[in-house]
């Protein structure tokens, strides 16, 4: 992935690029039916294009997919790049057989309407990336500060609320904001707060405990941590006012699921 959609991490996909192609040609790689120079490499940039700068030459990939709705399209359509040099060397399974679509790849009808929303969505997004990452950096901030500044008031010690992901905020998507908040129930403020608020626990509880997901178990969260994660995120058209009233709905519950612990 080049970003992940979790806890919002930008990985440097160009420097593991970088690696995997040297490694490839170096002497002692088993290159077993593939040619050294023909290992692949692809990465998915559903979460990052429209957030972030996603450049198909200075990453040097192969191949890169982009899903619409992230960053304006409507839902239902999406695009696989593929570098033309790779594309001449290979033949790639279509997903769908039948006729000869979208150069063999694809059978069916193209979606015209949906293929053109895509390339405007995209020109727009680009156009606008700068001021849209900046708009998601202030809220999500924002939304940091007022949660930490809510859960202060109460009685005692403040609880400890971390910051999940890079320390350095501008490794980590814009909009995404996931934190962990130490003697919380991610899962029951999600469940309390029902349609109120759009966000998700780090961690899914069920009849026989608690799963934490994939990713915080990646992190080697301890089952604490991950039980106290929650993952918000602001889109381009979030405004100040929607983020300042959803503060008080989520620090409200958030106190008053400590209060019943204490």
């Known amino acids: 992935m080049h970003s992940n959609n979790e806890v919002g991490t930008i990985q440097n996909i160009a420097e593991i690029v970088e690696s ?3 490694r490839c040609k170096s002497a002692d790689f088993a290159a ?25 030459t200075a990453l040097g990939v192969d191949m890169i997919t982009v899903v619409g709705h992230k960053f304006g399209a409507p839902k239902g359509v999406g695009a696989l790049w593929i570098r033309s040099a790779c594309a001449a060397g290979f033949t790639i399974e279509p997903c769908l057989h039948g006729g000869g679509q979208e150069s063999g790849r ?18 727009l997004a680009t156009e606008e ?28 010690e403040a609880p400890t609320v971390r910051v999940n992901g890079p320390s350095d905020r501008e490794r980590c ?22 349609d109120r608020i759009a966000f998700s626990a780090g961690s899914a ?48 519950a958030l106190l008053r699921q400590l209060q019943r612990r204490h």
């Open 129 to 156: 990336q700068r001021q849209t990452a900046a708009h998601m950096r202030r809220l999500t901030a924002r939304l940091r500060d007022g949660i930490e500044r809510h859960l202060g008031k109460m009685a005692g």
């Open 32 to 56: 077993g039916s593939f040619a050294r120079e023909h290992i692949l490499f692809h990465t998915d940039a559903a979460q990052s294009c429209g957030k972030v700068p996603v450049q198909a």
């Open 173 to 194: 998507l814009p909009n995404t904001l996931s934190i962990s908040i130490e003697g919380v129930s991610a899962s029951a403020v999600v469940t309390e707060l029902g």
């Open 20 to 22: 995997v192609k040297t």
């Open 205 to 252: 509880c069920h009849a026989g405990g608690t799963t934490m997901s994939a990713v915080l178990r990646a992190m080697h969260f301890v089952e604490e941590r991950g039980r106290g994660t929650i993952r918000l995120s602001c889109g381009r058209h979030t405004t100040v006012e929607e983020v300042d009233r959803a503060i008080p709905i989520l620090g409200e």
């Open 106 to 123: 694809r059978a069916g009808t193209e979606n015209v309407l949906l293929a053109v929303a895509l390339g405007a969505a995209a020109s």
